[in-house]
């Protein structure tokens, strides 16, 4: 019987996308004040075209804007530090409260440590989550797959391996080391969602697939 209901939260409690797009805005702001238009725009157009970890340096390009690695790293600070405009999906802020009466809520997330606590309190997670993890939090080599989070969360609520379960978006590191030590895994797979199309071995596969979080209450209560 499961006891524990532990989450990803990056594009499984709410669309990623909306963290980058705040983040471009603040950064957007930053470089207006320095007299630089047209961010937004542009780093937008590069993201949707698949574009990742170094989009700020191709819109500077794009632009012609000369820049040192300093003035990156500030942009980088910007991003990672500011205070995110995002929000729970839908399907997540009704799960949840259909899960709170009957289960122990957990979170087990990657990422710098300032940008996902800034999220955690952006959602106010802390208000229906019973431990909140944030792997950065014990180093960068105890982002996921290590076992160091999952291990913790299992003696924070001191139940077995076996009445917890992990529902993530990210077959590359969410579900191995979780399967490895007994937890049920559950992989949602939204239409479009980053991971949807790629292929991966048996051992990173979830036990179960949903395609949103409406069906995960029924779900967990056979599981």
């Not at 075209?49 to 000369?66: A, H, K, M, T």
């Amino acid at each position: 019987m499961i006891k524990v209901v532990v989450f990803d939260m990056d594009d499984t409690l709410f669309l990623e996308q909306e963290y980058v797009l705040s983040g471009f805005y603040k950064i957007d702001q930053f470089l207006e004040s320095k007299g630089i238009i047209g961010f937004y725009n542009k780093a937008i157009d590069l993201f949707n075209s698949g574009v990742r970890g170094n989009i700020f340096n191709e819109v500077l390009d794009y632009f012609s804007i000369p820049y040192s690695i300093e003035d990156i790293n500030v942009l980088v600070e910007i991003y990672r530090n500011h205070t995110p405009n995002i929000r729970l999906l839908e399907e997540a802020e009704w799960a949840i409260s259909q899960l709170i009466p009957q289960y122990k809520l957990g979170l087990i997330t990657d990422g710098y440590l300032n940008a996902q606590k800034n999220k955690a309190e952006a959602l106010r997670l802390a208000e229906y989550f019973h431990n909140l993890i944030f792997t950065d939090q014990f180093g960068r080599e105890y982002w996921k797959p290590s076992e160091k989070p999952y291990i913790e969360m299992k003696k924070f609520f001191d139940v077995e391996h076996q009445e917890l379960v992990y529902i993530g978006d990210n077959p590359s590191k969410d579900f191995i080391t979780a399967k490895r030590l007994g937890w049920k895994t559950i992989h949602i797979v939204r239409e479009n969602s980053e991971y949807c199309n790629l292929e991966f071995p048996n051992t990173h596969q979830a036990d179960y697939k949903i395609s949103s979080l409406y069906e995960l209450p029924k779900l967990i209560e056979k599981l």
